[in-house]
């Protein structure tokens, strides 16, 4: 390294420089291969995290180029005028391809799969389709058009990954009169229902089997499509078809919904791992400011000297950076490739349901630029660091007796042996609350340990929780029946409330009705709106803001309408139904992810000829048998759906949570791992600093076991600290962060579900364990320190 010298000062100081460069290497092996494992690791995770968002952006665009995702779908069960649609649609320029798809359901009841039991339990719509021509094309797992003989099937994905359903396996469709057999040969990647957050799934049969299960089996459904010729006037176009008379007995999706709904998962994922990654880049930057402190501190005379002799400060700070620059770009470098060894661990579930696209050469760098920015902070921070040799005067350098240690008590106490375990605890609190900006560093490690742990776990024990229903939109109750729209759904209502007022095991229940009204949006255009109408105080929602409707002029809006319509609390709206117009007030904004996150809940008069479909939530008595009751109700209430709201989340959010759980898994491990590489560096270190006072109160009596005991207190009272504030941090801060990742499922703020067990006794044991084992290990060294070795130095 070059530097500003007269002549022969040129050459005693590039030895120095080199002296002390390599004095630095040498004393602090383990320092640097710490600080180098952290900065990898968060290297490793932000290059998995960043692909991974690559690759769902990418693939999903592929995905949705590949079947030709229409941009607007309305679902409609009942009658169909085809002609009314084909007129509205030659007259409106905004489309330019529509097509009817038909579907016919089958009851989960009549549905095999692989010769097992039926799907009476899913919670999953079962429809059989053709394959369509124009677009919404369903793929098959090489992204093609799929092709089905008589006889032959293509099921989706979902039942291939929760179901163990294989190729050539057979499935039946079977009810009392009709039998129906065929065999897999394909799995479905359906731009429309991939996910298991949605609910309808689409088998893929031949034309001739479709017609034959159309006669036999189940009602048919419809999928009114449309392609727009400029997706950006897809809003118009909703509200125009909306303010038509065209179908809508059924909820309506569009294309930016669809998008969410394939990412949720994945898209959950990456910003999960992309923040542990950020938060190991913390404290590799905590980690190395410490390092570097010490090291100047360690070599304060040297840089004394070297200033004395004239070498600028700018060129003794180089020095440090080139060490620290260098331990960070071959920690950046190791991080990277590895993460080439692990992206198919992290992406195999957008491989599987949407499928892989070439990716051009400036994609495939985003995660190498994502490493080059954490190289970039660390290096940064360093420089920002090594401003503090402004500070240091050569005289007062040179004229430092301590030669960089820290100051000595100016007092050891010295009590009789019976009381002198209460004082090695005393002086090992004292130090901390002395010394406390020291050991911020290791504060600062354990809270953002703690916060790596305790968000991932609440936020896995908030979704498996019974009660995270009420933030998809479903009340919280021991089963819910659905009854969808037919001829004669209304009877069937009431056969089925006169039925559950007559159970006397059911402790209580509420029936809903569902139905369409228009309502006046800030266009001044009426426009479509699902609105439940019932009682929604038995069987509350977690709301955003506001209650739920009480009052008949009172309405709640989902999140999403809400946001649309751009309403809150206490605003005004006008509702058009039952043949009269009425002004609602919003009462509440409740969170909601089913029928395309777009509905209502209101407290109207019940009438049939409107009704969409109803549903009843309802509880049973303590000593009712669940399942038994479930399967009554599905025979008794045929073709109604009786859901287990237990078992709603595992086959809904499955495929998250087990996302999550690895996740978790692995942020459990990582935070363990970082607290014992912390522990142990900063352990060491205090020890050799503190070697002279080590040695001279073994000196005057104080035993091996005391001062142990000195040392663990400081490490165990600043984990005490650090672990309550992680625990505050995460239960606010997490909390919220938690929020805005599950916004994208509908669900906008939550509430953590605490095991108060597991987060307040067993997560910090287990930090004591750790951190006890570590500590202990790491201050062996002391049993050699002694006088003598001091005053020999």
């Not at 409609?76 to 030659?90: K, M, P, R, S, Y």
């Not at 950076?321 to 950046?332: E, G, N, Q």
Request: charge should be neutral; glycine fraction near 6%.
């Amino acid at each position: 390294m070059k530097v500003l010298l007269r002549g022969g000062e040129r050459g005693t100081s590039n030895n120095m420089i080199i002296k002390m460069l390599r004095k630095n290497f040498l004393r602090n092996k383990s320092i640097s291969v710490v600080l180098g494992l952290f900065i990898s690791l968060s290297a490793l995770l932000v290059a998995s995290g960043s692909n991974m968002l690559v690759e769902l952006t990418h693939s999903l665009n592929a995905l949705f180029a590949q079947s030709k995702a229409p941009h607007f779908v309305q679902m409609h069960a009942g009658e169909l005028d085809h002609e009314a649609i084909e007129q509205w649609t030659a007259s409106n320029k905004l489309v330019e391809q529509h097509q009817i798809a038909e579907m016919v359901k089958v009851e989960g009841i009549n549905l095999f799969l692989g010769g097992g039991a039926s799907e009476q339990d899913s919670v999953m719509d079962h429809y059989f389709v053709k394959q369509n021509n124009a677009f919404d094309v369903l793929l098959n797992l090489k992204s093609e058009a799929i092709r089905v003989d008589k006889g032959e099937i293509a099921i989706p994905i979902y039942y291939m990954q929760h179901k163990n359903v294989q190729l050539g396996d057979r499935i039946v469709v079977s009810n009392q009169s009709f039998q129906k057999a065929f065999t897999v040969v394909d799995f479905v990647r359906d731009v429309q229902m991939n996910p298991s957050i949605i609910h309808s799934k689409r088998f893929v049969v031949n034309e001739t089997d479709l017609n034959t299960l159309k006669k036999q089996v189940g009602e048919v459904e419809y999928l009114i499509e449309f392609r727009l010729a400029d997706a950006s006037m897809l809003n118009q176009f909703r509200n125009d078809y909306q303010s038509s008379n065209l179908p809508r007995h059924g909820p309506s999706i569009d294309y930016p919904l669809f998008k969410s709904l394939n990412a949720i998962t994945d898209g959950i994922l990456a910003a999960v791992i992309i923040l542990v990654s950020l938060l190991l880049s913390v404290i590799a930057i905590l980690c190395l400011r410490f390092t570097l402190l010490a090291a100047i501190e360690e070599d304060y005379r040297e840089i004394g000297i070297m200033k004395a002799i004239g070498i600028w400060h700018r060129d003794i700070k180089k020095i440090y950076l080139l060490k620290y620059a260098m331990i960070a770009a071959v920690a950046s470098v190791v991080g990277y490739l590895a993460s080439f060894f692990v992206q198919r661990l992290f992406t195999a579930n957008i491989m599987l349901y949407i499928g892989t696209a070439p990716k051009s050469m400036m994609l495939q760098l985003i995660p190498f630029i994502a490493v080059g920015f954490i190289f970039m902070i660390v290096v940064l921070f360093c420089i920002l660091t090594l401003r503090m040799f402004n500070r240091i005067s050569a005289v007062e350098a040179l004229r430092s007796e301590t030669n960089g240690k820290p100051h000595r008590h100016k007092r050891l106490l010295s009590l009789s042996s019976h009381k002198r375990f209460t004082v090695t605890v005393f002086l090992g609190l004292r130090d901390v609350l002395v010394r406390f900006k020291m050991y911020r560093m290791l504060l600062l490690v354990f809270m953002i340990s703690t916060f790596i742990i305790v968000v991932p776990i609440h936020l896995l024990h908030t979704i498996q929780s019974p009660g995270f229903n009420t933030y998809m939109g479903i009340e919280r109750s021991d089963l819910r029946i659905d009854l969808q729209y037919s001829e004669h759904i209304t009877d069937d209502f009431n056969k089925m409330v006169v039925y559950l007022e007559d159970d006397p095991d059911i402790q209580r229940f509420a029936p809903v009705m569902v139905q369409v009204v228009k309502v006046l949006n800030s266009e001044g255009v009426y426009e479509n709106m699902t609105v439940e109408t019932g009682d929604f105080v038995m069987f509350p929602l977690e709301y955003v803001q506001g209650a739920a409707p009480v009052q008949d002029n009172e309405i709640a809006l989902s999140y999403l309408n809400g946001k649309e319509m751009n309403k809150k609390v206490g605003d005004k709206l006008r509702l058009l139904g039952n043949g009269r117009e009425q002004e609602m007030v919003v009462s509440g904004i409740y969170q909601d992810v089913t029928n395309g996150g777009r509905t209502a809940k209101a407290v109207l008069p019940f009438d049939g000829a409107t009704a969409l479909r109803y549903k009843v939530s309802l509880d049973v008595r303590d000593d009712v048998n669940l399942a038994g009751k479930a399967k009554e109700y599905t025979e008794v209430f045929y073709p109604a759906k009786v859901t287990d709201l237990e078992g709603y989340l595992s086959q809904t959010l499955g495929n998250t949570i087990d996302q999550l759980k690895r996740i978790t898994t692995l942020a459990v491990v990582i935070a363990l791992l970082v607290s014992v590489l912390i522990t142990s560096l900063f352990m060491r270190m205090v020890a050799a600093k503190d070697a002279a006072q080590i040695a001279i109160k073994k000196s005057i009596g104080f035993s091996l076991q005391a001062i142990r005991m000195e040392y663990l207190t400081r490490a165990l009272f600043v984990l005490g600290i650090g672990i309550t504030a992680g625990t505050i941090v995460s239960n606010t801060l997490g909390e919220r962060a938690a929020g805005t990742l599950l916004s994208f499922m509908g669900a906008s703020q939550i509430r953590f579900v605490i095991d108060p067990l597991q987060s307040y006794v067993l997560i910090p044991l287990v930090f004591m364990l750790v951190v006890t084992m570590t500590a202990l290990l790491s201050i062996v060294s002391i049993n050699k320190t002694s006088i003598a070795d001091m005053n020999a130095e």
